[in-house]
């Protein structure tokens, strides 16, 4: 199980991501760290980004004041220091130019709905990257489906984030041939956010792909077996290439 530093890590990690990210990407990882830790931390992760984020009062030179035997210490802040140099932005990782985004990282997309076509998007953390899907005059940050890989020691998260789903009797198991996933509606009521549906799918021992259909995407599905159907779809024509 990752440390609270090493979850720290990672979001400031993913925060800068965010520069480029499709709009849920921040949440669902910010999502998954709940997961992982459940309601039950909530709390002590809070308290401890009050400790770090909390205001210091520093003892001045001179601000010990005398009057007759008694001594005082006053405790004055420091005004803070003025830095004029801009904070510097760094592109996040990115997996180049994909052509026609049928094939990325170590899995190669078989199906997609019909008009979709790669966001020229993408993100790129080495044993985690994505990249997403939408429609011809779409929102370069936008998407209607995304797929997240996850290899090597990452797929350790998705199998936390599972079992935290069959804790909470969230979700369905589900074969796509001969390969296991988890079908789960991602994000309930948090934020006004009706839902993302998603499947996870196991595609081997050290790799898992996140499908995930947007919000806004759903509204054009006439319900929740055909939003299902599209995902399986989309699990069944992918090919890993490790």
Not at 55 to 62: K, S
Not at 121 to 139: C, K, L
Request: proline letters at 5%; charged letters at 30%; a negative charge.
């Amino acid at each position: 199980m990752p440390t609270l530093e090493d979850e720290i890590r990672r979001l400031m990690a993913d925060e800068t991501a965010r520069l480029q990210a499709a709009p849920d990407l921040l949440t669902r990882v910010v999502h998954s760290h709940r997961n992982r830790r459940r309601r039950a931390k909530a709390a002590a992760v809070a308290a401890s980004v009050a400790v770090v984020v909390a205001p210091v009062a520093y003892l001045t030179a001179g601000s010990v004041a005398t009057t007759g035997e008694q001594a005082t210490i006053s405790a004055v802040p420091e005004p803070p220091a003025i830095d004029d140099t801009p904070p510097l932005r760094s592109e996040p990782p990115d997996l180049g130019n994909l052509g026609d985004g049928r094939e990325f990282g170590h899995v190669k997309v078989g199906y997609l709905p019909e008009r979709l076509q790669w966001s020229e998007w993408s993100v790129d953390f080495g044993d985690r990257y994505s990249t997403a899907y939408n429609y011809e005059g779409d929102d370069r940050g936008s998407y209607r489906v995304q797929i997240y890989m996850y290899e090597g020691e990452a797929v350790q998260e998705v199998d936390d984030r599972i079992q935290g789903y069959r804790e909470e009797g969230e979700g369905e198991e589900v074969a796509i041939g001969d390969r296991g996933g988890y079908l789960v509606v991602q994000d309930v009521g948090e934020d006004g956010m009706k839902g993302t549906p998603t499947l996870f799918l196991r595609m081997g021992d050290r790799q898992w792909a996140e499908i995930m259909v947007s919000p806004m995407y759903v509204k054009e599905f006439s319900g929740v077996e055909a939003v299902t159907a599209e995902l399986k779809k989309i699990a069944e024509g992918l090919t890993s290439t490790l």
